[in-house]
């Protein structure tokens, strides 16, 4: 069974991304173990300057580099992630190298129409950043638009269309870990060039 981690994109305690980040939890527990990572019990990020990493981040490291994917939902502030979730990144890449070569999937939800394509668009460049270089698997769009509305009581997406589109998204992204898998040949040189790379250096 391949093993997943589903990172929560915002800090609010009404969140529907956490929504939806635990609706795809329960549903593909046939697919993966899904486990759930929470931006907001990230500290705030300070640049250590001795680069120490607190335990929990450690952790949180650990639980990355243990996964054969990772699943995102964002919300959009600014037209951007917001802040809890670049915060949670910056701590997941200072000094460390969790996602390069990960399979990564990006999801979000928003109140308004446009369902978080614009935070969207961002944070597939964010992990793709010198010392992140995640995998974006292509092709893979799914906006959940108008979100307060998107859930029933027992917190299930309301709508059948968007139902479909995920199930077969998810298939799709399981079948891209495997052949993510496949694509070692440049893993040690991108491994090497996120070490190599230091934001740091004048
Ligand atoms: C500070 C702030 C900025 C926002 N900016 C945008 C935006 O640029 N585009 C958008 O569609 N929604 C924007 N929204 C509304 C968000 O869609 C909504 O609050 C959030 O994405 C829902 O995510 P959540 O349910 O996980 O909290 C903004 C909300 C806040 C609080």
């Known amino acids: 069974m391949k093993k997943i981690t ?19 939890a329960k549903r ?10 929470e931006v907001r019990d990230f500290p705030m990020f300070n640049k250590p300057a001795d680069m120490k990493l607190p335990d ?16 995102f939902a964002t919300p959009e502030y600014d037209h951007a992630p917001p802040a809890a979730l670049s915060n949670a990144l910056a701590w997941l890449t200072y000094g460390v190298y969790p996602f390069v070569s990960k399979p990564v999937l990006v999801t979000g939800a928003s109140y308004g129409t446009l369902g978080s394509s614009r935070a969207q668009t ?4 964010m992990v793709r ?4 270089r995640a995998n974006v698997i292509p092709g893979a769009d799914f906006l959940l638009n108008h979100s307060l509305q998107a859930f029933d009581e027992e917190g299930n997406l309301v709508d059948q269309d968007k139902v479909l ?5 998810m298939n799709d992204f399981i079948t891209y870990i ?11 040189a991108n491994k090497k060039a996120a070490v190599e790379h230091s934001w740091d250096q004048p």
């Open 28 to 37: 593909y527990t046939d697919l993966a173990d899904i486990e759930i990572m």
């Open 129 to 132: 950043a010198p010392e992140t």
């Open 56 to 71: 929990f981040v450690k952790e949180k490291i650990e639980v990355i580099e243990n996964s054969d994917g990772v699943i």
């Open 178 to 188: 495997d052949v993510n898998a496949q694509l070692v040949d440049a893993i040690a």
């Open 6 to 24: 589903a990172i929560v994109g915002n800090n609010a305690d009404n969140s529907t991304n956490r929504k939806l980040i635990q609706y795809i």
């Open 165 to 169: 589109l995920l199930d077969a998204m």
């Open 122 to 125: 961002q944070l597939r460049q």
